[in-house]
């Protein structure tokens, strides 16, 4: 005798397919992403590409070869641009940083952790009164600057060795544009070479499964689109309010880092808090604290909306996917759980599942 619902089964088979394709897909573009990622931000170009070459063609009669020549050598180049000022300007910030290191130069931030040290040597000396145990502060903070200056240098040594590798930048250059040119030229032609293993009826399902990814790629970039504008503009404003230094880098950087939930804005008010603190500036300290409090919260009631609006998933899925994902795997898990619940989502919307 049955105990569950035969419609029931054949949902849950359906669903556990569809969990093992995706994880195993997932987990073989990850795996093979160094690999494949010169093609894979070509497909992308060419995604955005197309649709410009068919306005294009049929507005103003222009070729498809010749416009997406240009739209090509375009795209490639903005990606080349944004690579190479975030590949420079990295590295000259991390130059600056090691000779800060290196030479005990004091300047802002060296004035600042010197300050930061003699206080806490103060609050430390205090406690010790009430206690047997010891703490080296200096000592601390010593070996904690050699083990960031180690970090930065490992860092500094790669990203030197792969800009003087010229070959196989000029490699990826050429591999990306003329990957990013054929796919985009002959993009009906890929499509419909796919579609033709599918039946009539599947075909359907399958242009609309591509039409709601899109729709949901589009949502997803518009949320988080305003979730880091929303970041960037508190930071500079309650940084420039409290004559915090470097009030629109520092939210720059915020708003970079807004796209790792529980972490982006912590890493930029947590350590202005503390040295605030420490150095005895509470109206600061308390005033950024609850800036950061405040920006929190309104960050946690936005994100599920603005996800769920422009994505087309429940808020409280939301929710669950993010918290889990960050549990599991990080920002990986957090990309794993929502591409989860759209694709399902998707998948629902067409009948397959």
């Known amino acids: 005798m049955s105990v569950l619902n035969r419609s029931f089964l054949h ?5 556990a397919i569809f969990f093992i394709i995706y994880s195993l897909v997932f987990i073989l573009i990850v795996k093979t992403f160094g690999y494949i990622a010169p093609f894979f931000i070509a497909g992308l170009l060419a995604v955005i590409i197309n649709p410009i070459s068919e306005k294009l063609k049929r507005k103003f009669k222009i070729n498809k070869g010749i416009s997406t020549l240009f739209l090509s050598l375009l795209g490639v180049g903005i ?3 944004l690579a190479s000022v975030l590949l420079v300007k990295g590295s000259q910030q991390l130059i600056t940083f090691l000779n800060n290191i290196d030479s005990n130069s004091y300047s802002y931030f060296g004035t600042m952790i010197s300050d930061l040290v003699n206080n806490l040597d103060r609050y430390v000396n205090y406690f010790q009164g009430l206690s047997n145990s010891s703490i080296d502060i200096e000592g601390l903070v010593a070996n904690y600057g050699k083990s960031l200056a180690d970090i930065a240098k490992t860092m500094l040594a790669k ?9 196989t930048i000029v490699l990826i250059i050429i591999t990306l544009f003329m990957s990013t040119y054929f796919i985009a030229k002959d993009f009906d032609k890929i ?5 033709s293993i599918f039946t009539d009826e599947t075909k359907i399902k399958v242009r609309r499964v591509k ?3 899109m729709y949901s790629i589009k949502g997803y970039i518009k949320a988080y689109t305003i979730l880091m504008s929303i970041t960037l503009l508190v930071i500079w404003i309650s940084f420039s309010i409290f004559r915090v230094p470097y009030g629109l880098p520092l939210g720059i950087i915020g708003a970079l880092l807004d796209l790792i939930p529980f972490l982006g804005i912590i890493v930029i008010f947590v350590p202005v808090i503390i040295y605030y603190f420490v150095i005895e500036n509470y109206f600061v300290s308390i005033g ?5 409090i405040a920006l929190s919260i309104l960050r946690q009631i936005l994100e599920p909306k603005l996800v769920s609006a422009n994505v087309g998933i429940s ?5 669950i996917a993010i918290f889990v994902g960050i549990q599991v795997a990080g920002i990986l ?5 929502l591409g989860l619940l759209v694709m399902h989502d998707i998948l629902k919307k067409v009948d397959i599942l």
């Open 288 to 292: 950024i604290g609850i800036v950061f």
């Open 11 to 15: 949902k849950l088979k359906n669903n």
């Open 211 to 213: 039409s709601e990814i």
């Open 159 to 167: 990203i030197i060795g792969m800009a003087t590798s010229l070959p």
């Open 191 to 195: 499509e419909n070479g796919f579609l």
């Open 79 to 81: 990606v080349i641009f």
């Open 315 to 319: 808020p409280l899925l939301t929710i």
């Open 333 to 337: 898990g957090i990309i794993f759980c």
